[in-house]
């Protein structure tokens, strides 16, 4: 059985209005990270919300193992835990250990249960001798994973992260991604989290969806995600000086005080040489030429302006 499955699922916000999610599918297997990729507004807040019992779908079905989340709400909430993005996911007021002490009461743990699994999660996390420290007083990083913990005190089955690693420093986005790793591959945990990323989705996802105006334009594993924006070869070329130059279809310039970067898509090599001998035809010195990786976000624009990978 799948951790989570999303069928046909549309919400409108307004009756008659656009659908923020226009009859989605998809399923995640149990014990995987699933990235849920697409470009802002594309939806995926809108169906996190859906599986986290915040939303109504309009029409379709989303069940997180197994269990229908508008007809059997409590027992899909049993199995789920949730940090979203831009909500108070802990109490910046309270100490880490009052807050997970607080979610398991609230996840219905009893309270020496919710001791002994929120003194687990912080020594996991390496928070336990700051315990009694007021979660507000934490960095990002320490905050998110409090609220990663708080997310887990119930011992969920399946992981809803929207944007996991937003606004953290070099270091503690290892850390998050070194905790979201470990716990599925040691603990069995399905992930499914949202991300603009492309280092999160490379390091941590198994699988991939990458949805547009509510619809999946692409659902594949991750190394093909990545093998398609390998394949679509980024040059990135630093010019002495100010140069103008007659540009290939889909180079652009940018102009500095000392040098010009050129940069864009070149499928076939002739193009690149073409542009070299055209620059060094100028009498112009060539500072570098590099293949550079595209951002998630060209990848999602090459995605959506193709939908035949879906
Ligand atoms: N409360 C709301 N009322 C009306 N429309 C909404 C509401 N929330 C979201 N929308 C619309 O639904 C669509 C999908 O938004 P959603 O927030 O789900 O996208 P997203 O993929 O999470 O985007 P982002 O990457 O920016 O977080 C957008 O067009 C958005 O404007």
């Known amino acids: 059985m799948s951790a989570i499955t999303v069928t046909d ?11 923020a999610v226009d009859g989605l599918s998809l399923t995640v297997e149990p014990g995987s990270i699933f990235g849920f990729l697409g470009p802002n507004g594309a939806g995926k807040t809108t169906t996190i919300k859906i599986l986290t019992g915040l939303l109504s779908a309009t029409s379709g079905t989303a069940r997180i193992d197994g269990l229908d989340v508008a007809r059997d709400r409590a027992g899909a909430m049993s199995r789920l835990g949730a940090v979203l993005e831009g ?25 020496a249960a ?6 687990r999660l912080l020594t996991e996390i390496g928070l336990w001798d700051r315990r009694g420290e007021q979660v ?19 011992d969920p089955a399946v992981l809803l992260l929207d944007e996991p690693t937003l606004g953290l420093d070099v270091a503690a986005t290892r850390a998050v991604k070194d905790r979201l790793r470990a716990l599925a591959r040691d603990e069995g945990k399905t992930i499914l ?26 659902d594949l594993p991750t190394r093909e995600l990545l093998a398609q924006s390998r394949s679509r070869d980024h040059y990135e070329l630093r010019i002495d000086g100010d140069a103008d130059l007659l540009l290939p279809d889909g180079f ?8 010009t970067v050129v940069s864009g898509r ?18 112009r010195r060539l500072h570098s030429v590099d293949q550079v990786r595209p951002s998630l976000e060209t990848v999602f ?8 990978h879906a």
């Open 193 to 218: 989290l949202t991300t603009h990323q492309l280092d999160v989705v490379e390091e941590l996802c198994d699988r991939v969806a990458v949805i547009n105006r509510g619809r999946a334009v692409a």
């Open 87 to 111: 909500s108070r996911n802990v109490y910046w007021t309270l100490s880490a250990w009052q807050n997970l002490v607080y979610f398991g009461r609230l996840k219905g743990l009893r309270r």
């Open 301 to 308: 624009l090459t995605l959506v302006a193709e939908p035949a």
């Open 136 to 154: 507000g007083t934490f960095s990002r990083g320490m905050q998110q994973q409090v609220a990663i913990a708080a997310a887990l005190i119930a």
């Open 266 to 283: 070149a499928d076939d090599p002739e193009t690149l040489y073409r542009l070299i001998d055209a620059i060094r035809a100028q009498g």
């Open 252 to 259: 652009t310039a940018e102009r500095g005080e000392d040098e």
């Open 114 to 119: 919710a001791g002994a699994r929120a003194e």
């Open 9 to 19: 699922l549309t919400k409108r916000y307004a009756p008659n209005g656009p659908a």
